[in-house]
């Protein structure tokens, strides 16, 4: 009896696998350059890849799991979040097969710390 329950168990939990969306994942990529990792989505969620520009002229990127009622929207994000300082607006589109939102870009570690570096400095003068 045990063992059976053991197999339906483990039936189960391969179902459950097979239904998990595998999306690419980038918080943030300036240009055409977004460092991307691989992540499970939740219920509900789709794939995303989400263009837009930063403080009117630097065009970022993002990538990953949204949830399906954000999907095919823009959204506008401004600083502080009660004034009219818009630091970036993002069009999210999405999709729903892995690995759907595009392929990764990789670059070397020293590469990686150079943008987040400029990133950081970016960001620190779009704030002030």
Known sequence: MNRTIFQLLAVTLC???VQALQCYN????F???CITSKVTCNSGEQCFSGRGKAAGFMDISM???L?????NKTSTVTFPSSGNTTVYQMTKTCCNTDLCNS???TLPGALQLTLA???AVFAANALF
């Open 15 to 17: 179902f459950a696998a």
């Open 26 to 29: 980038c918080k943030v990529g």
């Open 31 to 33: 240009w055409n350059l």
């Open 63 to 65: 990538k990953g799991c």
């Open 67 to 71: 949830a399906i009622a954000d999907c």
């Open 103 to 105: 392929a990764p870009t």
């Open 117 to 119: 570096s400029v990133a």
